[in-house]
């Protein structure tokens, strides 16, 4: 493999970890379900009960 090769091959490289770059820098919106929120009333009141098992 000769230099001119490898130079080459580099700047492919990069252009490919550029695109990577910018798509993970995207930010994905979406709903995380992970965490209750209560549920509201016209009044804007929210009402939860704890039950100990």
Same mark, same amino acid.
């Given at each position: 493999?000769? $230099? ?6 580099? %700047? #492919?490289?990069? /252009? !490919? *970890?550029?695109?990577? &770059? !910018?798509?993970? !820098?995207?930010?994905? /919106?979406?709903?995380?379900?992970? $965490? ?9 009141? #929210?009402? %939860? &009960? $704890?039950? $100990? *098992?």
């Amino acid at each position: 493999m000769s $230099f001119k090769d490898m130079k080459r091959k580099s %700047a #492919g490289s990069i /252009s !490919e *970890l550029t695109k990577k &770059v !910018e798509t993970a !820098e995207k930010k994905n /919106s979406y709903q995380d379900d992970r $965490f209750w929120k209560p549920t509201l009333d016209k009044a804007s009141n #929210g009402m %939860a &009960v $704890f039950r $100990f *098992l």
